[in-house]
């Protein structure tokens, strides 16, 4: 089989998988005088009360932050209605069970303390596993900007799909992936503070719009300092494009070769502030770290635990 008519039959398969999903939804409960398959002897894609601790996160789950007032409210609901969704896991090996999709409603039944949780129970190989995981979870749960650019990343690298597919499967326009994908170039502190929802969409798409790091460093700053509208954060970079803004992030800097661009780069993102290399030709050089107040000196020297 062609790697063309391997990639359309997986795609299938999963579509078909997920499709089913409604039906087992709205398939009706069994009476509570009825015995239910549990004592973990789940048969293959059945629905079944599986045991709690039985079940293992699935470490390629995309979604990493769980608000804990929302788990802990939810496990409230749980202690009094249980479970209305099962979770989704795959069988992995005898009494063992692996999470596709449902992470969150796992952590809230364990902190509310039950003992078992009805679960759709799946078999998959690794690979539709894993397309399985990130297909459902970008469907069905509130992930935030970051961790649905990483989970479209992971569909490309690891289930070797273009964007032009990952955009069928997800019904998007393509555009709207490579938006996303995007935000993964942008620095780390800025790529948490989308995380952490200091920064929207809008702000992020503007940010990553300037060419160099250090004035994405820049931008953000005076964002999340002044509390910029995602309107002041475009205006502030046409102003820089134009040479009109702040002169330090638009100054010209001596051209580096690429490697030791890179290391400026990476110093001037782990630090948040601008920083400058200079290389003389027989290996000597200087690191020039710019700091704009007290504070923010004080917050540099406790990033390189002075």
Not at 46 to 62: C, G, W
Not at 241 to 261: D, F, I, M, R, S
Not at 265 to 274: F, K, V
Request: a positive charge; proline letters at 5%.
């Amino acid at each position: 089989m062609s790697q063309i008519n391997k990639k359309q039959a997986l795609g299938k398969g999963i579509r078909a998988l997920l499709s089913n999903m409604e039906d087992e939804i709205n398939a009706p409960k069994a009476p509570n005088n009825e015995p239910q398959q549990n004592q973990h002897q789940a048969g293959i894609n059945t629905i079944a009360r599986i045991p709690v601790d039985l079940v293992e996160v699935n470490p390629k789950q995309p979604r990493h932050d769980f608000d804990q007032q929302a788990l802990r409210e939810l496990s409230e609901s749980i202690k009094l209605h249980d479970i209305i969704q099962p979770i989704t896991v795959v069988k992995t090996s005898q009494n063992k069970y692996q999470l596709i999709s449902g992470e969150r409603r796992w952590r809230a039944s364990k902190l509310a303390g039950l003992t078992d949780i009805p679960a759709y129970v799946r078999t998959a190989d690794g690979q539709e596993m894993l397309e399985m995981a990130l297909l459902e979870n970008l469907q069905r749960e509130n992930l935030n900007a970051i961790e649905i650019a990483m989970s479209y990343r992971r569909l490309m690298d690891e289930c070797d799909l273009t964007q032009e597919q990952v955009s069928e499967r997800m019904k998007k326009e393509r555009s709207t992936v490579a938006n996303y994908l995007r935000l993964l170039k942008l620095p780390p502190d800025v790529q948490k503070s989308v995380r952490d929802g200091q920064l929207s969409m809008g702000h992020a798409r503007a940010i990553i719009s300037l060419e160099h790091v250090d004035q994405q460093l820049y931008v953000f700053r005076e964002t999340i300092q002044r509390g910029l509208s995602v309107r002041q954060v475009e205006q502030l970079v046409k102003d820089m494009a134009t040479e009109k803004g702040p002169k330090e992030p638009v100054k010209a800097l001596a051209k580096l070769p690429p490697p030791y661009k890179r290391i400026e780069d990476n110093i001037a993102s782990h630090l948040s502030t601008r920083v400058k290399l200079d290389r003389k030709k027989n290996g000597k050089g200087s690191i020039l770290i710019e700091f704009y107040n007290d504070e923010d000196l004080e917050r540099i020297m406790e990033k390189i635990n002075l």
